[in-house]
């Protein structure tokens, strides 16, 4: 696939005809990953987005029989509401991707009770610090308006959510544009992951992309491209 080079932001694109021949291609590179994850040091840590996007992609890799438990799947950000909520990427990930063969992996969300999203994120950051770090997957999604994970550009945090050498795990964010406050890993967490892949569909999402790797104005999207140790796979279908 063509591998487009821009400035310091490498990524490679990966075009498919039919969203669900994407599905299938991710998830195969995904399962790939963890099963040589696995292999070379025991375990596997996977971390993936939540959103409308991903359903597809969750059933294809959770079919695929690799060494699920072993596996530990983790979220890139959580709507501070609990599982049982509509809005849940917990419930979204136990509904799509916690089924068939990886119905075995560990799950390990980012809500819980606290008596606020700083004191709910100060608990998820001692509770992930034992993960078996670095993530050897993450699977981004992005919004038409740059946010990735839950990077978005109107957080009154996003200086501290963008910040390659932060120490922090998981950071809570309040932002108008998210509906409610969220909960998600840092950037400097994401982009020391062995395989960086974002994955979206439709044309607003592939002309948004361009033109954040195209613009002066930094989107959240382009400041984890610029930060990321290896190049962003990106899985794009019409
Ligand atoms: O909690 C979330 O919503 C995601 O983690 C978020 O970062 C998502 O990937 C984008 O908002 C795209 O969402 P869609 O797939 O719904 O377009």
Redesign the pocket.
């Known amino acids: 696939m063509a591998r487009e080079q821009l400035n310091s932001a490498a990524y490679s694109w990966h075009a498919f005809a039919e969203r669900q021949d994407l599905a299938a291609a991710l998830a195969g590179h995904v399962a790939g990953r963890l099963t040589n994850a696995i292999a070379e040091r025991g375990t596997a840590l996977l971390a993936v987005?939540?959103?409308?996007?991903?359903a597809k992609f969750f059933a294809s890799l959770s079919s695929i029989p690799i060494a699920w438990n072993k596996v530990t799947v983790t979220l890139?950000?959580?709507?501070c509401v609990p599982a049982s909520s509509p809005r849940s990427?917990a419930g979204l990930v136990a509904a799509n991707l916690l089924q068939n063969a990886a119905a075995a992996a560990r799950f390990v969300p980012l809500y819980q009770e606290a008596a606020s999203i700083e004191d709910m994120s100060e608990a998820d950051s001692r509770m992930l610090r034992s993960l078996p770090w670095p993530l050897d997957v993450v699977v981004?999604?992005?919004?038409t308006d740059g946010?990735?994970?839950?990077f978005f550009p109107d957080a009154d945090n996003l200086e501290k959510l963008l910040d390659p050498s932060s120490a922090k795990v998981v950071l809570p964010v309040h932002a108008a544009s998210a509906g409610e406050p969220r909960l998600t890993l840092s950037l400097a967490r994401i982009v020391r992951a062995g395989f960086l892949a974002l994955h979206i569909e439709g044309e607003d999402k592939r002309k948004a992309f361009e033109s954040a790797m195209a613009s002066e104005l930094r989107k959240p999207i382009r400041a984890v491209l610029d930060a990321a140790e290896r190049p962003v796979e990106v899985f794009w279908a019409p």
């Open positions: 987005s939540g959103g409308t996007t991903p890139v950000d959580e709507r990427n981004l999604g992005m919004g946010h990735t994970a839950s």
